[in-house]
């Protein structure tokens, strides 16, 4: 079945410092590609998204590129806040429509 | 505009007893789907439902059921709780056969079971 695969936690960053959250997906067909963002205590939030190859999804300097190559969708940022920290999520949404989720990366950012 | 709302936000209960859930999606959408999240994992489908039918489900005994109404609104019911439904309980809603199904969360329902 379908299934994503993101990076072991926790990542603890200075603030200014550079992130890369990798994920990378196993489906069949061409999903949908999304990072959400929980804030502690919160839902999760739409963070970014992608439909098809190549495409690049981006939001508040986040940004992840769909590599169907490499089955890869890694977030990234180039210069981080505290108010960044979060954990993220990579999911998926192939024909079925439901998402499938990551097991989530905690991010702490320091200042 | 108003979001993805849920009630109530925090709920404890005891083993073997039932709760009930409470979904409104985002203005204008018609699909609602319900995710359990525990601690420290992704959350997890329990199902979806759309013009007041179940659509899809995911692996969940049959103490999870659920019920849409007419006005799109959802409701999310569990029987007989074990301490492990101990969870966030997060709703999504979508707008069926838009491009891009992309599903918005609620703040989700922190329920515990003692």
């Known amino acids: 079945g379908d299934s994503v695969t993101q990076m072991e936690g926790p990542v603890t960053l200075s603030e200014e410092a550079f992130l890369t959250i990798n994920c990378t997906y196993t489906a069949t067909g061409y999903p949908s590609l999304f990072w959400y963002v929980q804030y502690p205590g919160e839902g999760l939030q739409l963070l970014l998204k992608?439909?098809?190859?190549?495409d690049k999804g981006s939001n508040k300097g986040f940004e992840a590129t769909y590599r169907k190559e490499t089955t890869s969708f890694h977030l990234e940022k180039g210069s981080v806040q505290v108010s960044d920290s979060a954990v993220y999520f990579c999911a998926l949404q192939g024909g079925s429509e439901k998402l499938v989720f990551g097991k989530g990366t905690k991010l702490t950012v320091n200042p | 505009d108003a979001g993805v709302t849920q009630s109530p936000t925090h709920l404890i209960k005891t083993r073997g007893q039932q709760v009930t859930l409470r979904c409104s999606p985002k203005?204008?959408?018609?699909?609602v789907s319900w995710y359990q999240q525990a601690l420290g994992q992704g959350p997890q489908f329990i199902f979806q439902?759309?013009?007041?039918?179940?659509?899809q489900r995911g692996n969940f005994p049959d103490r999870f059921s659920g019920h849409q109404f007419p006005n799109y609104s959802s409701e999310l019911n569990v029987n007989a709780l074990l301490l492990g439904d101990s969870a966030l309980y997060l709703c999504?809603?979508?707008?069926?056969?838009?491009?891009?199904?992309?599903?918005?969360f609620g703040p989700g329902t922190r329920l515990l079971v003692l």
């Open positions: 999504a809603s979508s707008l069926k056969g838009a491009t891009i199904e992309t599903q918005y």
């Open positions: 203005s204008g959408h018609d699909t």
């Open positions: 992608a439909t098809k190859a190549d």
């Open positions: 439902y759309y013009e007041e039918e179940e659509r």
